[in-house]
Nanobody, 121 residues
Framework: QVQLVESGGGLAQIGGSLRLSCTASRSIFNIDTMGWYRQAPGKQRELVAAITSGGRTNYADSVKGRFTISRDNAKKEVYLQMNSLEPEDTAVYYC???????????????WGQGTQVTVSA
């Protein structure tokens, strides 16, 4: 089965921290760019952060200086460390892989099931 599985969401206080993780299934051999997206109620899904297989990163302006994306290629995992959380960060966060090589061939635009992050006072 080819899939991405997120974990680590939950409830945080304003100014608090959460760490999201995303693990690729064993059938995935290689992943190009991985990213985190989020979708708040009534809004479009937006890119939060992305990281290439070589470690180059980019961030949405709204999270620069607060969020850090990283990955472990050997474990086929990507992480999102979220600090100084704000209510505006409340959303469902999705892991994404733009291109993966699997036991069944190449797949594009692979998404996880999403994990809820809620920030409140």
């Amino acid at each position: 089965q080819v899939q991405l599985v997120e974990s680590g969401g939950g409830l945080a206080q304003i100014g608090g921290s959460l760490r999201l993780s995303c693990t690729a299934s064993r059938s995935i051999f290689n992943i190009d760019t991985m990213g985190w997206y989020r979708q708040a109620p009534g809004k479009q899904r937006e890119l939060v952060a992305a990281i290439t297989s070589g470690g180059r990163t980019n961030y949405a302006d709204s999270v620069k200086g607060r969020f850090t994306i990283s990955r472990d290629n050997a474990k086929k995992e990507v992480y999102l460390q979220m600090n100084s959380l704000e209510p505006e960060d409340t959303a469902v966060y999705y892991c994404n892989a733009d291109r993966v090589t699997t036991a069944y061939g190449v797949r594009y635009a692979l998404w996880g099931q999403g994990t809820q992050v809620t920030v409140s006072a």
